[in-house]
């Protein structure tokens, strides 16, 4: 009897296990690709971030494009990549790390009914950033520093050269391992507050479109694409305020008449008393565009499963970063 009825008995799915080594090479293959095609409109948006109101009022750029016109005219095209091999080396942990612990914590969090309460699926979200500030702040202050060297020179050519390295050694022989991880607060705010946005947004976004097949919880990649776009534009500019703070407090080089900042809270408080609330939006619609392909891109990745293709595993909903979607609130 009891034999009989358990064969009749509709089979209950065994929650899949997620693969680590896929999430990594896919994390990094996007991350990769998506530097590549958007940091020339990262640095614009770090240069703008960065430029203050001069004596007279006036500001070296008027806007994004004058930003990119002016610098792509003094530096040239390679001018515009400075500071991405740094960006491009370290993605691919910066990567790995944000997506597998957004999936990990969001299968650790969901209750034994199926069920992932926005609450928990923020929560999610805000611990898979905060696990990833230990590659993101160093990369950053790299980047910055490098991104940041043509407007302090002026576009100089005859200008000393830096490099990551050489900014590396140099924190390293004065300040030691901590002076890589200056601003590591507002870099955790600015990446705390993203994820715990980002990641509820683009599951539910992505939980409403069209599906691979019917039956299926996986949607189509161009809807996942169209997703991540949308889920990382309005997470950007949600954020923008904190990441020009911490832009602002990673700069290590500044010219004689810009300000300086002792904390973060120091630098809101300066930004808004002597540039106004616009300020703390500088750049916002470059993060915007930059943000918005590079997670759109990061769903693709996850779909078209690269990574799955040359390991010969099979590519399962478990190996992508939108499988862990909330369909039964």
Same mark, same amino acid.
């Not at 064969?7 to 693969?19: L, T, V």
């Not at 080594?21 to 690709?33: E, M, Q």
């Not at 080396?89 to 299968?107: G, Y």
């Given at each position: &009897?009891?034999?009989?009825?358990?064969?009749?008995?509709?089979?209950m799915?065994?929650?899949?296990?997620?693969?680590?080594?896929?999430?990594?090479?896919?994390? !990094?293959?996007?991350?990769?690709?998506?530097?590549?095609?958007?940091?020339?409109?990262?640095?614009?948006?770090?240069?703008?971030?960065?430029?203050?109101? !001069?004596?007279?009022?006036?500001?070296?750029?008027?806007?994004?494009?004058?930003?990119?016109?002016?610098?792509?005219?003094?530096?040239?095209?390679?001018?515009?990549?400075?500071?991405?091999?740094?960006?491009?080396?370290?993605?691919?942990?910066?990567?790995a790390?944000?997506?597998?612990?957004?999936?990990?914590?969001?299968?650790?969090?969901?209750?034994?009914?199926?069920?992932?309460?926005?609450?928990?699926?923020?929560?999610?979200?805000?611990?898979?950033?905060?696990?990833?500030?230990?590659?993101?702040?160093?990369?950053?202050?790299?980047?910055?520093?490098?991104?940041?060297?043509?407007?302090?020179?002026?576009?100089?050519?005859?200008?000393p050269?830096?490099?990551?390295?050489?900014?590396?050694?140099?924190?390293?022989?004065?300040? !030691?391992?901590?002076?890589?991880?200056?601003?590591?607060?507002?870099? &955790?705010?600015?990446?705390?507050?993203?994820?715990?946005?980002?990641?509820?947004?683009?599951?539910? /976004?992505?939980?409403? !479109?069209?599906?691979?097949?019917?039956?299926s919880?996986?949607?189509?990649?161009?809807?996942?694409?169209?997703?991540?776009?949308?889920?990382?534009?309005?997470?950007?500019?949600?954020?923008?305020?904190?990441d020009?703070?911490?832009?602002?407090?990673? /700069?290590?080089?500044?010219g004689?008449?810009?300000?300086?900042?002792?904390?973060?809270?120091?630098?809101?408080?300066?930004?808004?008393?002597?540039?106004?609330?616009?300020?703390f939006?500088?750049?916002?619609?470059c993060?915007?565009?930059?943000?918005?392909?590079?997670?759109?891109?990061?769903?693709?990745?996850?779909?078209?499963?690269?990574?799955e293709?040359?390991?010969?595993?099979?590519?399962?909903?478990?190996? &992508?970063?939108?499988?862990?979607?909330?369909?039964?609130?």
């Amino acid at each position: &009897m009891g034999l009989t009825s358990n064969a009749s008995a509709p089979k209950m799915k065994q929650p899949q296990e997620f693969s680590l080594l896929p999430k990594i090479v896919n994390g !990094g293959i996007a991350g990769i690709i998506g530097v590549t095609c958007v940091f020339p409109l990262d640095l614009v948006k770090t240069r703008l971030q960065n430029q203050t109101v !001069g004596p007279d009022g006036q500001k070296a750029y008027s806007s994004m494009l004058d930003c990119f016109r002016k610098t792509y005219r003094a530096e040239g095209y390679l001018g515009m990549y400075r500071g991405s091999a740094v960006n491009i080396l370290l993605i691919t942990p910066e990567k790995a790390i944000k997506l597998a612990a957004n999936d990990f914590f969001r299968h650790k969090l969901t209750t034994s009914d199926g069920r992932l309460p926005i609450q928990r699926e923020m929560l999610a979200g805000g611990s898979a950033g905060l696990c990833q500030i230990v590659v993101t702040t160093p990369m950053e202050l790299l980047k910055i520093q490098l991104q940041d060297s043509g407007r302090t020179s002026g576009g100089n050519k005859n200008a000393p050269k830096i490099s990551a390295l050489s900014i590396t050694k140099d924190l390293l022989k004065t300040k !030691g391992i901590l002076g890589l991880y200056k601003g590591t607060g507002a870099t &955790m705010l600015r990446d705390v507050s993203f994820s715990m946005c980002y990641f509820p947004l683009f599951a539910n /976004l992505n939980r409403l !479109g069209p599906k691979k097949e019917p039956g299926s919880n996986e949607s189509v990649f161009w809807w996942s694409f169209i997703s991540g776009c949308a889920a990382g534009s309005f997470s950007a500019f949600f954020v923008n305020p904190a990441d020009v703070v911490k832009t602002r407090l990673q /700069l290590l080089n500044r010219g004689a008449s810009e300000e300086t900042y002792s904390g973060i809270l120091d630098a809101y408080r300066k930004i808004w008393t002597k540039e106004g609330p616009t300020a703390f939006y500088k750049g916002a619609l470059c993060r915007m565009i930059v943000i918005a392909p590079l997670f759109g891109i990061a769903q693709m990745v996850y779909y078209f499963g690269i990574a799955e293709a040359l390991m010969g595993i099979d590519k399962t909903p478990s190996t &992508m970063l939108a499988a862990k979607t909330s369909e039964n609130k």
